[in-house]
């Protein structure tokens, strides 16, 4: 690199991750380096609330802000779509803007779902990973006479682990405030050999769930739904009906990391756990769900890879090794009600111990957005 000019840092995403590694090395290095950030959209969402949308207790406007509003004034931004990165070149080259030099690369750009990408998927079958379906779902619901609801989990990984268990606990507590939980049978298939991944957490969530007579079905591995007989089938041969049908699509990484020969077939990036500099590349860093990383693909993961990657990147800058100092750190407010929420906060080396669901955690949850915005994308938390 030639020290007679500033070090090119360019960002790809504008999600977590990305807002908050551009504003940490805006405030530490930001007048000796020229950071870009290269983003579709730049409209900033607040996806734990898609949750609170499928049951009526928000919209989905009240969980968009424009995204180059929060990042900083020192930061370049350009609204356009990477296509591919050029390692050799130490390029990123975008559809419209031209390219983009880099010295020091961070991968942001998050996972996408694809349910087009099983032929038998249809507009039948609700998920709430979107504001437009998360709405959808809440008017299926809401016009829900009785039957059975079926929630299970297309394929793996996909965003927020806890996320598909807390809808069937948000949809069985719905009913039951409707005063019709009688004629709703709720069942929850999961394609392990428990309810949730982590055996800390799961001895908790088991017994509620059958505490809230939430049926449990194990190993049920989806492989295609019957939306006309309104049957979804598993790889192991069993067979659930339904009368709604809740399914987590299936998640990728992004088709330009693919291109770029940055990423597994799927689009997940492969980094070193702890510096997440992405493997043969010490000047790319990879970021939250685009990672390949054995944690959640959460929010809460890039908050804290975030402050490891900018150090390590102005490390480099002053010619100094990076620090192995991401510990796989992961926090969550487990919801199990509307009013009660669990607290998980667990890393690597140290499982999660939840405790009982309180309505403490659930006003932490409930606070936890404008926190969101005004302090943690800023880099001050």
């Known amino acids: 690199m ?46 734990p609330g898609y949750l609170f949308v499928m049951i009526g207790r928000e919209k989905p406007e009240n969980l968009i802000k424009d995204g180059k509003k929060l990042i900083s004034k020192k930061v370049k931004k350009v609204q356009d779509t990477a296509v591919k990165v050029d390692t050799q070149r130490q390029v990123v080259i975008t559809e419209n803007s031209g390219e983009f030099h880099y010295d020091y690369l961070v991968l942001a750009s998050g996972s996408r779902i694809v349910p087009e990408s099983l032929d ?79 055996e800390t957490t799961n001895t908790v969530v088991e017994p509620l769930l059958e505490k809230r007579g939430i049926k449990l079905v194990k190993f049920f591995n989806v492989d295609e739904a019957d939306t006309k007989e309104r049957v979804l089938y598993s790889v192991e041969g069993e067979e659930l009906e339904y009368d709604l049908l809740i399914l987590v699509p299936p998640h990728r990484g992004q088709q330009y990391l693919i291109e770029s020969g940055l990423s597994d077939k799927d689009g997940w990036v ?8 992405v493997e043969g590349h010490p000047n790319i860093y990879a970021i939250g769900d685009t990672t390949n990383l054995p944690i959640s693909k959460a929010g809460s993961a890039a908050h804290h890879e975030a402050p490891v990657i900018a150090n390590n990147i102005v490390r480099q800058i002053k ?60 880099g001050h938390v």
């Open 120 to 198: 038998w998927w249809d507009d039948s079958i609700h998920h709430f990973y979107n504001g437009e379906s998360a709405l959808k779902l809440y008017r299926a619901l809401e016009s829900f006479d009785g039957g059975k609801i079926v929630i299970g989990i297309s394929d793996l990984p996909y965003k927020c682990p806890p996320a598909p268990i807390e809808a069937a606990f948000l949809i069985e507590d719905y009913f039951r405030r409707k005063k019709m939980r009688d004629k709703v049978e709720i069942t929850y298939a999961s394609p392990l050999n428990r309810a949730f991944s982590i």
């Open 319 to 378: 010619n100094k090794p990076p620090k192995p100092d991401f510990h796989g750190h992961v926090q969550c407010f487990f919801v199990t009600k509307w009013g009660s929420s669990m607290f998980v906060d667990f890393d690597y080396d140290r499982p999660p111990k939840p405790g009982k669901s309180r309505k403490h955690w659930w006003w932490f949850k409930r606070i936890f957005k404008p926190f969101y915005f005004k302090l943690v994308l800023k």
């Open 2 to 47: 030639n020290n007679a000019r500033k070090p090119d840092i360019v960002i790809i995403g504008a999600g977590t991750g990305g807002t908050i590694v551009a504003n940490r090395l805006s405030k530490k290095i930001g007048k000796k380096t020229n950071i870009t950030v290269i983003d579709p959209i730049f409209k900033h969402v607040y996806q």
């Open 270 to 277: 492969p980094v070193d756990r702890h510096t997440l500099q």
